[in-house]
Every structure is written in structure tokens, then in C-alpha cells.
């Protein structure tokens, strides 16, 4: 019973771990991506025509589109350089995503007052160096002339630069913080000489609306030429990962709950040598050998789902204090969030319970019959 309680237990917490990090994942990438992107399906850019911006926006549902012009340059301030990615983004993505609650520093601005902005990664910030408040270095973008085919690399027309002042950090993850700068969609689209050519549309879909509703209208809408997109689909491969480690670690902890019930098995065959002439009894008075069978299946059930109720009640215990109170911690002064994030589903604790009375019937079922067959034995 302590075995089965104490699996049991085990595999509610650690599923509900992994959905934790799911959500917390999916969290982050909130304040990062907008709820559906559209790209083209073939290559890096494609033409933002009226006709194209009209379509998306007839669309029920669309509250509001962003461009997105997107592509690695090197920053440089003062003496320090790094290859990052370059955002570029008109002023309606600052109010589609949750930037403004991952500011650790400076305001939240692409222009004022005819002055360009950049907000960048803390990770950007602290490899370069980087003062808010100095207003004698600004940064400087460097990006290859991409309109010639055919281009002297000593030439001075060989790489575009611009300057623009840091005016924000952001911090969300190392992976953005790292590698992310944003800037003014037409800072971004002057320094590329991208003209009417976008990397990505950012879409914002109104409240109450189903977004897969709004995604399958876009495809449908828009054809082949352009990829649409929703959170999850923008970072399916990490997901998937979370989610097959999800389920190798089910799978590990259902062997670890099937070698606690032989524990139940052992004992029922041995329960059934030793009441071998009890069950004879019992047959003399009456009793059929389904009764016998069903006697020992019972016997088998109370153990297990005793152990596995108690196992569940002290898993959803345990879960709710880390939810509450976070009394385990991440270990690192750097991570996201200080505690494990923890999040409880139903269909966990129901599955955990399927697990259980399956391994139980099969643990059960065989010394039940074995017993059954005794019940001819002689006093």
C-alpha cells in the first residue's frame, strides 16, 4: 500500500510539473509572439500590398495587424560589438504583446519627438555594455548592401549603418535576451532597404474569438503562398519536447507503479497457498469459484486504491503548497520564476487513476484464479 501511495504520488507531482513548464513557456512566448504570424511560405521576405492588409483585415475576428521586419545584423556601442536579431516592428505591436511587463529598465518607446528608439535584451545590454543615460554613444547598426548583386567589400557603400538610441531592456529569457533588439519599423525597413517587403505580420485577434477559428480563415484566405500560424505552432518543437518528456516520464513511472503492485501480487499467491483449505470451507457452504476469484480481486483492489487515493490526496497536497508558497525553488538567482511552477489538470489525476486500476486488475487476477482452482481441495 505504501508503495503504490508513494508511486502514485511521484507521478502526480511530476506531471504536474511538466505542465507547469508548459505554461510557463507558453507564458513567455505570449509576451514575445503575437497570437497568430504570417510569413511566406518560400523565402525570407514577401510584398505588404494594400490589397493583401485589406484581405487580413476582413477577416472576423482581427483586431489588429503588425509588420515585422526581422533579420540578423551586428550592433555595435563604443568599442563592443555582437551579431543579434534586429525586430523591427510598427507601434501597434507594443500593444498586442506584454512587453511592458518584462521592462527591467528605461521606457518603453520606439519614437519620440522624431528620435528613434532600440529596446534590447538584457543579455544584449550586458555583453555590449550598454548606458541608457548616455547620450554622447549611441548604438550603431550595421547591415550589408544587399541591393547590388555585385559589391566591393572595401567600398564605404558596402554595409549600411544607423544610428539609434537605447532607450529599453527587456527580460523574458536567455534565448531572447540574448539575441533580440527592437526597433522602429522604419528605422528597420530604411537600414535593409526593404521597401514594401515584411518578414511576418503579427496579428492580434479580438476578445471572446476562437483563434483557430481566425487561423483557418487566414488560410483559407490567404492560400499556399503564406504560412499562418498560432503560439504553439510557432514553437512546436519545443513543445513537443515537453511534452515527450511528459510522457517518457509517465510511461517510467507506470513501470515504477507496476513493480510496486507485484509486491500485490506475491501477496495474494501466497495469501491463496495458505487459505487453500479456508476456500474449501467456503465451497462446501456454497460458494462458487467466481465468488473466490472475486474475493481475492477485492482483497487486491482495497490495497491498491487505498494506497493510490491516499497516493493522489497527498500529491494534490503537496502540488497546492507549491503552488501557494513555492517552497522549492529553481536553485538560480537568473531563472525565470524562483519556484517550480506547478499546474494541476484533471485529466493527470485521471489517468494516473486509469494506471492504476489496470495494473491493479492484472496484479490481482492471476492469484485469484489460482485460488479459485482450489476450491476441490480436501479438508
Known sequence: MIGVCVGTMALVIVLSVF?????????????????????????KF???TPELLSSINSVEGV??????????????YREAQSIVKMRGVSNN?????????????????LQEDGVDYAIMGSGVQFMLSVSLKDDLYPLQIWYPNNTKKTIDLNSPNAIFRKPIRPGAVFAIEQQYDNNYIFVPLSFARDLVQAGNNRTSLEIKTASGIDIRKVQNALKTKLGNQYTVQNRDEQHANLLRAIQFEKLFVYITFSFILAIASFNIFFSLTMLALDKQKDVAVLSAMGASAGFIKRLFITEGAIIAFTGAATGIVLGFVICWL?????????????????????????????????????????????????ASKNIDAKL
Open 322 to 370: 507549491q503552488q501557494t508558497f513555492g517552497f522549492v525553488s529553481m536553485g538560480m538567482q537568473t531563472s525565470v520564476v524562483d519556484a517550480y511552477p506547478v499546474q494541476m489538470r484533471i485529466e493527470d489525476f485521471a489517468r494516473v487513476g486509469l494506471t492504476i486500476i489496470v495494473i491493479v486488475f492484472v496484479a490481482s487476477y492471476f492469484p485469484a484464479v489460482k
Open 46 to 48: 514577401f510584398e505588404l
Open 93 to 109: 505591436f507594443l500593444k498586442q504583446n506584454g512587453l511592458d511587463s518584462v521592462i527591467v529598465a528605461g521606457k518603453l518607446v
Open 19 to 43: 505542465n507547469g513548464l508548459e505554461d510557463l513557456f507558453r507564458s513567455l512566448y505570449g509576451t514575445f509572439n503575437s497570437q497568430i504570424q504570417v510569413k511566406a511560405a518560400e523565402g
Open 63 to 76: 483586431e489588429s495587424v503588425a509588420e515585422v521586419i526581422e533579420d540578423n545584423v551586428v550592433l555595435t
